[in-house]
């Protein structure tokens, strides 16, 4: 078989560029750190590198969902604790009024006491957010769920949810009327049978007309106003137990966001790893072939060189 020169250089050629082909190629592994950087470099590992990249993404998601529950659920349980205070606040006023010495002067100032305190419970409730979104008005954010006048509830009736893990969804907003317009089932009943009263602020209107209302010299207009007060003392009470209930449910709410926070934390560092493990170069093995692989092309090169200049006449000398 007659071997040409044309077919020599061919040969010579082809061998230098696929040299020079995969050294470039270790060196672009070295530069950009990465091992897998088109599918074809590793197709099984790409396809898998994009499986775990859509993973991070939604582990991700979740993170920025918790971030706003927390926020959310934080910020309810702070207006509550302050809700708390000032119907236990409420409260001492009520039995205060209990007393059946005082004078309709005094009982005049402590309805001034408990307006004051009914007009901050209604500034509680109506509470904005950051963005001025009502925040006890379920998914109707744009008005304020409670009338400042009689109490009553307009806002939405469905809790605000929110998804902050993958399988795992929590209210991170109480309605208004799950609040400040219900009580729980073990709540104290009416001693005479009747429906117990469940609007906070209607409990709080009840007590302060009652305690408007002048008695001196009229025993029936006082026991009217006493059972009032009664009847308020023991609304508050049931008020009050069923924010503490609300309020221990927001603090499980937060100790799990934070056991969440922590898994999602564990769980992108493993595959932050498994994503390395897949793509990222191997700097010693990177290194290594980089240096035989222009170790390579060199003694190619010198090669080609060698025979370029190769010629009979130069054999013959």
């Not at 009840?206 to 009229?218: K, M, Q």
């Not at 049931?238 to 100790?255: D, H, M, Y």
């Amino acid at each position: 078989m007659r071997i040409s020169t044309q077919m020599m250089y061919q040969q010579n050629m082809r061998g230098i560029t696929n040299s020079q082909a995969e050294w470039m190629k270790y060196g672009e592994q070295m530069s950009t750190g990465k091992r897998v950087i088109n599918p074809s470099d590793d197709p099984i590992a790409a396809s898998q590198a994009v499986v775990l990249s859509q993973a991070q993404a939604q582990n991700s998601q979740f993170a920025l969902a918790r971030s706003f529950a927390t926020q959310k659920v934080s910020l309810e349980e702070n207006v509550l604790s302050q809700a708390t205070r000032a119907i236990q606040s409420a409260q001492e006023k009520i039995v205060n009024a209990g007393n059946g010495t005082l004078s309709d002067d005094d009982r005049a100032s402590l309805a001034t006491d408990l307006q004051g305190i009914r007009d901050q419970l209604m500034n509680l409730a109506n509470s904005t957010d950051g963005n001025g979104r009502y925040i006890f008005a379920g998914y109707k954010t744009e008005t304020a769920p409670f009338s400042q006048t009689d109490g009553a509830y307009s806002g939405g009736r469905e809790s605000v949810t929110q998804q902050v893990d993958a399988s795992r969804t929590m209210v991170i907003g109480h309605t208004g009327d799950q609040i400040f317009n219900k009580i729980t089932s073990n709540a104290v009943p009416e001693p005479d049978g009747s429906a117990s009263e469940t609007s906070l602020f209607k409990m709080l209107d009840s007590a302060i007309d009652a305690l408007n209302t002048p008695v001196a010299g009229d025993d029936i207009a006082r026991d009217k106003a006493s059972a009032a007060i009664d009847k308020t003392n023991r609304g508050l009470k049931n008020s009050l137990n069923n924010i503490l209930t609300v309020r221990a449910e927001l603090g499980t709410q937060l100790k799990e966001l934070d056991s969440l926070d922590a898994l999602g934390s564990d769980r992108a560092l493993g595959q932050t790893q498994q994503m390395s493990n897949l793509v990222d170069v191997d700097w010693n093995a990177a290194i290594s072939s980089y240096v035989m692989q222009q170790a390579a092309l060199q003694a190619s090169y010198k090669a080609f060189t060698d025979m370029q200049g190769m010629s009979l006449f130069q054999l013959n000398r």
